[in-house]
């Protein structure tokens, strides 16, 4: 194995870039994190050249730089940690099955593309969130906690052993109630199963910092994460 010193490239506000920041703690992998700029209009800018360069499209976060690989979009960094650092010698964050393995790859895709996506519409809904569409949003990712309530039914996490899955919709739940759409008592496993993803070192590693900055900044932090 070379010894190139593993790069992440990330933003206090940056959910994705926090994704892989609690991957690579989790596999035990040593990295170097930049922050990048970011200003309180939720933009980062001025946009880190290295940004521009591997991701000139969407000049995004999180990046990575690991000796000639150059890659973008967390979960195509997840793949790559998982190749690059294997179990036993580091933590297995996928399944071990070629079947639970789709099914937990399929989890964090929809965290991503299918819960998400309500979230965003949220950000701009903040100050009308009785409106249609934030009503509708907020009713979108209920149904969603919904189905993971049952997916948690004899299990402590969403792809039975801690997965990517657990951390992709760990960091969507954060923003979610974030945005005004969070966990109700409606589902009980589920925020215990939240509870279990905080808890993790890791976790704590990466989300306590982002908290600090957001109480920094006047903004609000999630009840289940003010300490």
Request: glycine fraction near 6%; charged fraction near 25%; include cysteine.
């Amino acid at each position: 194995m070379t010894t190139t010193t593993t790069k992440i490239l990330s933003g206090p506000l940056s959910m994705f870039g926090a994704k892989v920041q609690i991957a690579a703690l989790e596999k035990g992998i040593p990295f170097e994190l930049t922050m990048v700029p970011f200003t309180k209009d939720d933009a980062y800018e001025p946009k880190h050249p290295d940004v521009l360069r591997i991701n000139p499209v969407k000049q995004q976060v999180p990046v990575l730089m690991d000796g000639e690989v150059e890659l973008f979009d967390s979960t195509q960094i997840f793949e790559y940690l998982e190749d690059r650092y294997p179990p036993p010698a580091s933590l297995a964050l996928w399944p071990e099955g070629i079947a639970d393995r789709a099914r937990a790859r399929q989890l964090e895709q929809k965290s991503d593309e299918v819960f998400f996506p309500n979230v965003i519409k949220l950000f701009g809904l903040q100050n009308d969130m009785q409106s249609a569409p934030a009503v509708a949003a907020c009713a979108a990712c209920a149904r969603y906690y919904g189905e993971m309530e049952g997916l948690l039914a004899g299990r402590e996490y969403l792809a039975g052993p801690y997965s990517f899955a657990d951390i992709a919709f760990y960091m969507a739940c954060i923003f979610a109630d974030r945005k005004g759409a969070g966990m109700t008592d409606a589902t009980p496993r589920l925020i215990a199963w939240r509870n279990r993803v905080r808890d993790r070192p890791a976790v704590h590693a990466v989300v306590d910092p982002m908290m600090k900055f957001l109480a920094s900044e006047g903004r609000g932090v999630p009840a289940f994460l003010q300490r």
